[in-house]
């Protein structure tokens, strides 16, 4: 009888011990999905921070500031130098 009443009390444990693992897990998988959630969010934000900077500077629109605010830049290499050169012309 003793071994029957021991052998019930270390089932019902095991049984109590497993519930409990299962909510833990449970309660993890909830908190990954959540931070899953918050990082796709921020990814979210970043693109969209990427695709504002991508606009503002496409040379187009630094053409057009350029010009609204009547700036004179000269580019510090010369481009039509550069282009004229071959590389036959740098080895003399």
């Known amino acids: 009888m003793l071994k029957l009443l021991l052998c019930i ?3 019902l444990m ?7 693992l299962r909510q833990q897990r449970l309660e ?3 908190q990954t ?7 796709e969010k921020c990814q979210a934000k970043l693109w969209q921070q990427q695709l504002q900077v991508a606009i503002f500077t496409a040379p187009n629109a ?3 500031t350029v010009g609204d605010q ?6 510090q ?10 590389p036959a012309d740098s080895r003399e």
């Open 70 to 75: 009547n700036l004179k830049m000269v580019p």
């Open 62 to 64: 630094i053409s057009k």
């Open 33 to 39: 999905n959540k931070l899953h959630d918050e990082v």
């Open 9 to 11: 009390f270390c089932a």
């Open 77 to 86: 290499n010369p481009l039509q130098q550069a282009v004229n050169q071959t």
């Open 14 to 20: 095991i049984g109590v011990l497993l519930l409990n």
């Open 28 to 30: 993890l998988s909830y």
